[in-house]
Nanobody, 112 residues
């Protein structure tokens, strides 16, 4: 059974940085990414990266966040810079093949 394990969330001041990491057990997935869900809002895309390294970002994080993956280690990271209070959310790692696999989430809190 595939499992995704996230790490790296926490509390940071506005303008600061955090790095989220996600490790996958089992298969190599064509697409891996990060989504987030803020209180009272729907889960939304943050960024995805294909097995070949093609990336896609939500407009709200372009220029501030960078997604990367290591296919040999089966990991995907999200480097978050210039964080804003509106980035506060639970961040979920996602791995996509025929279906979706989700991590349990890690909380990121950005204080103003």
């Amino acid at each position: 059974q595939v499992q995704l394990v996230e790490s790296g969330g926490g509390l940071v001041q506005a303008g600061g940085s955090l790095k989220l990491s996600c490790g996958a057990s089992g298969s190599i997935f064509p697409i891996m990414g990060w989504y987030r869900q803020a209180p009272g809002k729907q889960r939304e895309l943050v960024a995805t990266v294909t097995i070949r390294g093609t990336t896609n970002y939500a407009d709200s994080v372009k220029g501030r966040f960078t997604i990367s993956r290591d296919n040999a280690k089966n990991t995907v990271d999200l480097q978050m810079n210039s964080l804003k209070p509106e980035d506060t959310a639970v961040y979920y790692c996602n791995a996509r093949s025929v279906g979706d696999v989700w991590g349990k989430g890690t909380l990121v809190t950005v204080s103003s």
